[in-house]
């Protein structure tokens, strides 16, 4: 619910807030840059005004800059507020025509903080406040303070130059903003799990570069689409970012694992995969890789088979979803808008052997793998760098 007369939206962040000094500022700033792009992407008028601990969005459009505000990574949460001079009659004023507009039945409560000087406390706010509010309101219905568990609640921030009352706040995703940390490569099936994997490292601060393979005769005809569509959707939480998908083709490298290798097939397609996405992070200058893997989730998962499958490169393997339940991570999926997509029906599994392997010894592995070296070097000769247009508003796909 917007407060009547928004002109601003607070913008709240969580981690930047225990770094040291100097590296705060500079994250307050890689956000503020941040969110300025996400306000352009979307086409919402606003200035990001940065001040220490907390930004502002001076907007006339606060529900559209709120939302946006709301998906950029570093955000904890964010207020569409009306700002008023810091004086307990203005802050009751705006409090009163707020009650007049917003309060309707039920209880209320309001929520006062403060720093700076002022010649009135939080106190004051909550008790005058809620006087005004009361008087408001009692010749349309009994009014009722209920400071526990209110039906609406009325917030009051006090600062030296301006006091703010608003009366929701939306989550944003935490995290860290993108930039502040170093890029990852990060492979994307377009299936539930990968994009989720991907979003989880973005919203650690690391910008993404995706890696998607081309599975030739062994893919569906709109696997790749899928995918593409997955990154976009993922991408409209970074559009400061450039973004383009390397696109691998292995269908020829799959045909002669398939013909070579038995039981341990699955695994000797993951560590090619892993190859090349190493190759990837060497040529672009990522740190890491990140898949969406989860312990046990498939026989090529257990804890000894990714143990296995690390064994082909010397980057480090990140895998965000690794503790999680496959409901957990359709729940994440849904909230991050990649779901619809990632279920569409690609009908591509033909390369599963029978019994696949769940525990294989390295040597078994590796005994009897083409030359992987080889094989990941040629796919990534011929990759294809596809350039996207990031999702303008990503959570309503
Ligand atoms: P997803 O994790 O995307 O839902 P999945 O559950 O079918 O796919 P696997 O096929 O076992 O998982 O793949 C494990 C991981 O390997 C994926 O999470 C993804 O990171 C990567 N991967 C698999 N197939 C591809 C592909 N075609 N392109 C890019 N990455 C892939
Ligand atoms: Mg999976």
Redesign the pocket.
Known sequence: MKVPGADVVIVRHGDIGVKSTHVQSWMEETLASNLGATLSARSVEGHVEQHWGRLFIRTDSPQAAADAASTVFGVVSVSPARSVEPTLDSITTALAETARERYHDGSFAVQASRAGEHEFTSQDVGRVGGEAIWETVEDRFEPEVDLENPDVLFEVEVRDEEAFVFLDRIDGPGGLPIGTQEPLV??????????V?AWQAMKRGSPIIP?????GIF?GAD?RAR?IETIRTIAGYAPEEDWAVHVVPIGDALEEIAGAVGDTR?LTI?RL?LRIGGEIAEKTGAKGI????AIG??S??TVTNLNVTDKITDWPVHRPLLTMDKQEIIAEARAIGTYET?TIDTGCDMLSPDQPETGAPIERVEAKEPDLAELAAAAVDDEELLPIEPMTDPKAE
């Open positions: 990060a492979l994307i099936s377009g299936g539930i799990d990968s994009p994997a890696v998607y393979f081309d599975l893919g696997h995918a699955m993951r995969m990140v898949t969406g893997e989730q498939k090529s998962q990632a």
